[in-house]
């Protein structure tokens, strides 16, 4: 599975790297929503772990140019903010976590976005806007299986 990691924060970026590289996920990390975006056009990823506050693009924007490129991309969201406070579109972001980031949770998650694609399902956020931040006690509630058409 191959992850873009787009984290401007170049201690949480390396620490990002390290874990998921022993994860055993192929990652490629990048500091901007620009740098991200030109990324995602030369080639495709299976998870986006996107930070919100970017220098150059909010993360909901880097999020919609994700839709409009690889439109089956799994987008992990990560901030400081609640989601409820942030204008999301329906259907923009798969799931979110609050900072700071605990890499258990993270793990959990990346690992059950790992089985659905490898069955052939996707993840679909219940009402495509999650009320709470994804953790592994609740992102089971947070997903479910779709068939894809």
């Known amino acids: 599975m191959s992850v873009l990691i787009v984290e401007d924060e170049k201690l949480l970026n390396w620490s990002l790297v390290e ?4 994860w055993g996920f192929d990652v490629h990390p990048v500091f901007t929503g620009n740098d991200a975006v ?9 998870i986006i772990l996107l930070d919100y506050q970017l220098p150059d693009l909010d993360g909901l924007e880097v999020a919609r ?9 799994v987008i992990f969201l ?11 579109d ?6 979110y976590f609050n900072k700071p980031l605990d890499l258990r949770q993270l793990h959990h998650a ?5 089985n659905w694609r490898g069955s052939g399902k996707q993840l679909e956020a219940v009402g495509r806007r999650p009320k709470k931040p994804c953790g ?4 089971s509630t947070h997903v479910q299986e779709r068939k894809d058409s």
């Open 19 to 22: 874990s998921l590289s022993k």
């Open 38 to 46: 030109a990324k995602l056009d030369s080639r495709g990823f299976d």
């Open 90 to 95: 329906e259907g923009l972001i798969d799931v």
């Open 136 to 139: 592994s006690a609740s992102l």
């Open 65 to 73: 140019r994700v839709r409009k490129i690889q439109p089956n991309a």
């Open 78 to 88: 990560v901030t400081a903010f609640q989601l409820s406070e942030l204008p999301v």
């Open 110 to 114: 990346l690992k059950t976005a790992s």
